[in-house]
C-alpha cells in the first residue's frame, strides 16, 4: 500500500515519512524510550495501527511484558475507558508476538 | 480477550475497571440515565465498542426507541457529521437487539 | 458575538443553531435528561464554553449538586485524567452558579 | 442502513443531513473546492467512511490524483503520523475509482 | 516564543516546521485553496491559534468573507456543534482583520 | 480549586484522583519514563494544564532540556502541527523552570 502513496511521489508525504523515522531514532533518550513514547501516544490518540507498529518495535527492543502492561495503564488513566477496545487488541497482539517469539 | 489482560495482573488497569463498574450504579441519577450519558459520551467521541456496550445496557433497561434516538440526536450535533456512520451502525446493532427481543 | 456570524447570514450556519436549539426540546426524553447529555458530551470533547452553556441550562432546570457530580464523573471515566482540568472549572462555575441563586 | 435510520423518523437527524448535503453546494465557493474541504476535515478526523465519501465525490467532479494527494499532504502535516492509516487507506480507495474509470 | 524552541535546536521540530511552510506552497492547487483547508482542519481539531494564523494567510491571499464563512459552515457541519465557540473567535478576529485593511 | 470537587465528595472522582496518582509510581517502569509518557499523551491530547503538570514533575526528577525536546518531536511528530501551539508554551513553561532552578 505504501507504494500507492509513494508511486505519487508527493514530496511532503515522502518527507514527513523519513522524519517520522528520524524521530524514534537514539538520541538523547534511547530507542526503548522512544518507542514506548510513540505507543502511549498511540493509543490515546486511538489508532489501532499505529499501536501494532511500536508493539512490534516494542517487541524487537525486548521491552518486557510488565512494561508493555505500564504503558497501557498511562494510556487508560490519561485517555479514560474509550482507550479499553484498543488496549484489548494492543494486549490480543502482543500475546501473539511473544507467543510467536517463544516458538522460535 | 480481558482474560489476557486480567492474567498479566496490572492494578491500575484492574482499578480502573472496577471504577467503571462503579461509575454506572444507581446513585443520585438512575442507570437509565447513567447508561443514556455513557451512550452519548461513547458516540461523540466514536468509540465502536463502546456504543455496543452501552447500547446493550440500554436495552436490558428498557429504554425504547424513540429515547435511544434521542440520544443519537444529542450526539449528532454536538459532534456532526463524522459521527453518521457510527450512528449508522449502532442503529443497525439497536435494530438487532430489537430484534432478538421481540422473536423471544 | 453571535451577531458578527448572524449579520453574515450564512444559511447553513443559522440552520445549524435552530437545529442546535430544536434538539434540547422536550420530546421522549426530557430536558433535564437531555441538558445533562449535552453536558456530558461537551466535557468528553473537552469544550469550556458549552460545558458552561450546558451547566447553565442544567441550573435552570433545577439539576441538583449531587446529579452534577455524577455526570461529572461519567465524563471523566469515559474521557480519562484529560477532563480533570474542565472539570475544575466547570466545578467552579457550578459552584458559582448555586452562590448566586443562594443569595438571591 | 439510512433507511433504519430514517424509518424512526427522528426530525433533527433528517434535517442535519438535509442540512450536510446544502453545505457542499455551489455557492461563494464551487463545489471542488467545498468537496476538498469535506475530504481534509473527514481526513484530521480520522473517518474512514467519511473520507470515503468525499473521495467519491472528488472524483465525481473530476479533481486530479495530483490535487488529491496536495489535500492528502495538508492533512498528514495538520493530523500528524496518525493519519497516515486512513491515507493509505484513502490512496487505495482513489486508486480503486481510477481504476474503474480507466476501464469504462 | 519560536526563539525558545529553534535555540535548542531539535532537529525534527525544525524540519517538521520547514514541511509545514512547503505544504502551503502554490502546486497542484493553488495556494488560496490550501490555506482553506488548513483553515477547515485546524476549526474541526478545535486550535485556535492555528485558525489564526490560517485566517491570517486567507485574508493576505484576498479570500473574501463569504468565502470565509462557507469554510466556517463545512467545518461546522462536519465537526459539530463544539466548533461553534472556535467559530465566534474566528468571525470576531476576522472582523478585525478586516476592518484593519479597511482603515488603510 | 480541587477543594470544591473534593468537598462534594463523589467517590468515582476521589478513586480516579487515587488511581491517577498510583499511575506514576515506580514499577517496571521507573518514575522517569512514566512522566515522560504523561507528557507526551497530554501533549498529543493538546491538554496544557495537564502538559504542565507532567513538565513540573520531568523537571524534579532531573529530566534534561534535551530529553524533554525529544519528547516534544514524539508529540509534533505524531500529534501534527496542532500540537505546535501547545509545544510552544510548554517550552516557556519549561524554560521558566529551568530559569527559577538556576536561580536557587
Not at 502492561?69 to 497482539?93: L, Q
Amino acid at each position: 500500500m505504501n507504494e500507492v502513496i509513494l508511486k505519487n511521489n508527493n514530496l511532503v508525504m515522502k518527507r514527513l515519512w523519513n522524519l517520522d523515522t528520524n524521530t524514534y531514532d537514539e538520541g538523547a533518550l534511547d530507542k526503548r524510550t522512544k518507542e514506548m513514547l510513540g505507543l502511549v501516544s498511540s493509543m490515546v490518540l486511538r489508532c489501532d495501527d499505529c499501536i501494532k507498529y511500536h508493539l512490534g518495535k516494542c517487541h524487537e527492543l525486548g521491552i518486557t511484558t510488565a512494561e508493555v502492561y505500564e504503558v497501557f495503564s498511562v494510556a487508560n488513566i490519561v485517555g479514560g475507558t474509550i482507550v479499553i477496545p484498543h488496549t484489548r487488541r494492543a494486549a490480543e497482539y502482543w500475546e501473539a508476538l511473544m507467543g510467536e517469539a517463544a516458538e522460535q
